[in-house]
């Protein structure tokens, strides 16, 4: 895990561990739509912790990380993207099909990976000048949504739950990430 993805993760375990009120003072700007969804975003960091820092020191040892040359050019839209996200529409989750929705949920995983690895110089949102409170705000969000998705596909019921919702994302998310390096390295 780099030092940069391993400080920004354990400031945002620090942070959304923060009493509400501590973390307004912390926090100057807030992102009103995600504020409300904190303590899923908490929860939903605790539980992924143990696969997020394992994917993390796997990308490492193996040398990979989202600057790869081909998304070079792109990554900075990319994360300029991802921190200007919002919460979904719960009224949305509810008409979407259980394959959107897990389909949507491993391209959460993903952002989640991609704003914890991003450069710092990176993380900005328009009218911001704080790169980090811009990154704890992206990756609320990013873990609020993550959430969401999550709360949606447990509505549904499957033949087969260890291949949908976040188990299933989970592994598709880990070999798409750590496929290409494995490949590379070899």
Known sequence: MSLVSRYRLQFLIAWLA?????????????????????AQARAMQQALRPWVEALLIQRQRLAWTFALPSLRG???ALVQ???????FDPQELRHWQASHLQF????????????LEAPTLLMLRPGW?????????GLATCLARIAQLQGAL???RYADPSRVGLPG???????????????SAA
Do not use: F, N, Y
Request: glycine share 4%; net charge positive.
């Open 18 to 38: 923060l009493d509400p009120r501590t973390r307004a003072q912390v926090s100057p700007r807030q992102v009103p739509a995600v504020v409300g969804l904190l």
């Open 74 to 76: 792109r990554l900075a």
């Open 81 to 87: 993207e991802d921190l200007a996200l919002l919460p």
């Open 104 to 115: 949507l949920l491993e391209a959460e995983l993903a952002r989640l990976i991609r704003l």
């Open 129 to 137: 000048k704080d790169h980090w409170e811009a990154a704890r705000w």
């Open 154 to 156: 447990a509505q549904r």
């Open 169 to 183: 994302a989970l592994g598709v998310v880990w070999q798409r990430l750590t496929a290409g390096a494995a490949a």
